[in-house]
């Protein structure tokens, strides 16, 4: 068995329109959810091993208060340049591709592919939109990575910082 949770970046900020889409910081608001967002995260048990981060600096800065909040190792974060506004097809690709001694792997990403990677993961879920700094927790019924697909995943829980019901 295991777990993949999947981790739309924090708020970023737009004050800066010069500035390049992947070194958009994160907003003040952005700032403030990652690690509310860490805390409930941790209240849960949520322990991955593997961090998975694109290079933007918004999922970076998001990764980073993930695993300062979650008690992981700065090591458990990896950037792979895969993941910056990645589609479906890619994302899942990435993922297929880890190492099956990962039982735990959180992607921190970008819409809207992670949102589509989370309908396609399961079907039921039918989320429109994955807000900044939601989570989508999945249990994943396989020994190995490469066989991630709908028929061997189940919904954990949704959540993300505006979700009345978690507080």
Same mark, same amino acid.
């Given at each position: 068995m295991k777990r993949l949770t999947l981790f739309r970046h924090a708020k970023s900020s737009w004050n800066d329109p010069g500035? @390049?889409?992947n070194e958009r910081p994160l907003s003040s608001r952005g700032a403030r959810d990652? @690690?509310?967002?860490? /805390?409930?995260? /941790?209240?849960r048990g949520e322990r991955p091993g593997l961090i998975l981060t694109s290079h933007a600096v918004r999922a970076m800065? %998001?990764?980073?208060?993930?695993?300062t909040g979650l008690g992981s190792p700065g090591?458990?974060?990896? *950037?792979?340049?895969? +993941?910056?506004?990645a589609a479906p097809r890619v994302l899942l690709d990435v993922l297929r591709e880890q190492d099956d001694a990962d039982l735990h792997v959180l992607v *921190?990403?970008?819409?809207p592919g992670l949102t589509d990677v989370a309908n396609? +993961?399961?079907? %039921? +879920?039918? *989320?429109?939109? +994955? @807000?900044?700094? /939601? *989570?989508v927790a999945i249990a994943v019924?396989?020994?190995?990575?490469?066989?991630?697909g709908p028929t061997v995943c189940r919904l954990l829980y949704y959540d993300y910082p505006k979700n009345a019901e978690s507080r």
């Open positions: 500035l @390049p889409d990652a @690690p509310a967002m860490a /805390a409930r995260l /941790a209240s800065t %998001t990764a980073r208060a993930l695993a090591e458990a974060i990896r *950037v792979d340049r895969r +993941l910056y506004l *921190v990403g970008h819409n396609r +993961l399961l079907p %039921t +879920l039918a *989320v429109d939109n +994955l @807000p900044t700094s /939601a *989570v019924d396989t020994y190995r990575w490469s066989q991630l």
